[in-house]
């Protein structure tokens, strides 16, 4: 699995959980569902507010690793 962040396009992506990631050039945490990605910012007081009407279907969707065959 390769995710690459929806906001940025960056790659520089950190685990923080189990499904849960965080992008550290733009400072988003992404979750993921399946084979799609949800997007949140961390507001100041620690809640997560969604950003997943901001995307397209297809910029959330994460890219099989290479090799892997679908």
């Known amino acids: 699995m390769s995710i690459v962040c929806p906001n940025?396009?960056?790659?520089?992506?950190?685990?923080?959980?189990?499904?849960?990631?965080?992008?550290?050039?733009?400072?988003?945490?992404?979750?993921?569902?399946?084979?799609?990605?949800?997007?949140?910012e961390i507001e100041e007081d620690g809640t997560l507010s969604s950003l997943d009407d901001l995307f397209t279907e297809e910029e959330m969707r994460i890219e099989p690793a290479a090799g892997n065959s679908a």
């Open 8 to 40: 940025c396009k960056g790659k520089n992506i950190g685990k923080i959980g189990t499904n849960q990631y965080f992008c550290w050039d733009c400072l988003i945490e992404l979750s993921v569902k399946g084979d799609h990605l949800s997007v949140y």
